[in-house]
């Protein structure tokens, strides 16, 4: 089964633990989900997938210090978005 997941983070870097751990999140994004802003994600997994990149966050975030959310939408759920700019959408496939 596929998902549609939109992943947010907000790592705390008021410390050097915290700016070590900033390049490392964001690593771990970029190699299951689309970077589409700053500290925002998107794109569809497999349930091992997202199962995966769970684990692979909570072994490297402070869970009390830093905040991490992800949006899922189970298949066949209609995801309407709407970009308000004329910024290319990053998550779009087509040239």
Do not use: W
């Not at 989900?33 to 700053?38: D, F």
């Not at 998107?42 to 490297?60: I, P």
């Amino acid at each position: 089964m596929n998902v549609h997941v939109i992943l947010v983070y907000d790592i705390n870097t008021e410390d050097n633990a915290g700016k070590k751990r900033l390049p490392k999140v964001l690593k771990i994004c970029r190699k299951y989900l689309v970077h589409v802003q700053k500290s925002v994600f998107e794109g569809h997994l497999t349930e091992g997938q997202y199962s995966r990149l769970q684990h692979e966050l909570g072994r490297v975030v402070d869970k009390k210090a830093d905040f991490v959310i992800a949006y899922k939408l189970g298949d066949g759920v209609k995801l309407e978005k709407d970009i308000l700019t004329e910024t290319p959408d990053p998550t779009d496939n087509f040239l």
